[in-house]
């Protein structure tokens, strides 16, 4: 058995970035006052923006962008490969870009399965996201569905 230890590693980062251990945290971009919990991966080519905060257990796939003072709440999974062929796929090529707008806030549990987010939407707790959310408003459910605009 190989054992391979969490690591931070290759990360571009701003000023004032906190990074709770353990994290798997490689090839990305963290901006000024990111906050990342504990037991928390972000993978290659992801950018955190400016205030943003990422609490434990979350998963952050290759190619998310989050856009300033974003809140991720606890165990959160973005997920870019949509098994469009049945199987899950290698080739990075067929994945999706994930972008969320600034000020947008993510409930505990829920998943991310969408290509955007707009500014200022709320994800509530548990919620699926299968679409693209382009009204800044409310979402819930599975499939998260808008509750009320902002």
């Known amino acids: 058995m190989k054992i391979i230890n969490c690591e931070i590693r290759d990360v571009t980062s701003g000023n004032n970035v ?12 963290l901006h000024d006052d990111v906050f990342i919990g504990p037991f ?26 989050l856009g300033a003072n974003c809140f991720i709440g606890h165990n959160v999974t973005f997920a870019n490969d949509l ?28 998943t991310i399965l969408t290509d955007a987010i707009c500014s200022g939407s709320v994800i509530g707790a548990g919620s699926v996201v299968v679409k693209p959310v382009t009204v800044k408003g409310i979402y819930a459910g599975n499939p998260a569905r808008l509750i009320r605009a902002l």
Request: glycine share 10%; charged share 20%; with cysteine.
């Open 18 to 29: 906190r990074v709770m251990s353990p994290a798997n945290i490689y090839e990305c971009e």
């Open 40 to 65: 928390v991966e972000i993978q290659k080519g992801c950018v955190i923006g400016r205030g943003s905060r990422v609490q434990s257990h979350s998963f952050i796939c290759e190619n998310v962008t």
């Open 83 to 110: 098994f469009k062929c049945g199987a899950p796929d290698a080739d990075a090529r067929n994945w999706i870009n994930i972008t969320l707008g600034d000020n947008v806030s993510i409930g505990s549990g829920a």
